[in-house]
Nanobody, 120 residues
Framework: QVQLVESGGGLVQPGGSLTLSCAASGRIFSINAMGWYRQAPGEQRELVASITSGGSTNYADSVKGRFTISRDNAENTVYLQLKSLKPEDTAVYYC??????????????WGQGTQVTVSS
């Protein structure tokens, strides 16, 4: 199995920056993609950014140009750099991993989330 632990959330002022990290452990060799989702109170969980095992990235339109997703050399930690933060970015941010085995299917794993609050 795969375990995901997020860290780095907190309270920041509008226009500020924050970096989130997600450490993966377990059967990480089968992970094809990882990403960050967020969920605000009363809202649906939405994809913020994703990165494949090959390094390809994708971003939600609302964060394009402000957020950057990256991974470390060991490919067991994923980061999300948040810049030019806005109050509407306030949410619980969840790390997600998809583990795929060609002949068996895919499995999804979620971290417990880290709170990001943007307020003056």
């Amino acid at each position: 199995q795969v375990q995901l632990v997020e860290s780095g959330g907190g309270l920041v002022q509008p226009g500020g920056s924050l970096t989130l990290s997600c450490a993966a452990s377990g059967r990480i060799f089968s992970i094809n993609a990882m990403g960050w989702y967020r969920q605000a109170p009363g809202e649906q969980r939405e994809l913020v950014a994703s990165i494949t095992s090959g390094g390809s990235t994708n971003y939600a339109d609302s964060v394009k140009g402000r957020f950057t997703i990256s991974r470390d050399n060991a490919e067991n930690t994923v980061y999300l750099q948040l810049k030019s933060l806005k109050p509407e970015d306030t949410a619980v941010y969840y790390c997600h991993a998809r583990r795929t085995i060609a002949t068996l299917g895919s499995w999804d794993y979620w971290g417990q989330g880290t709170q990001v609050t943007v307020s003056s």
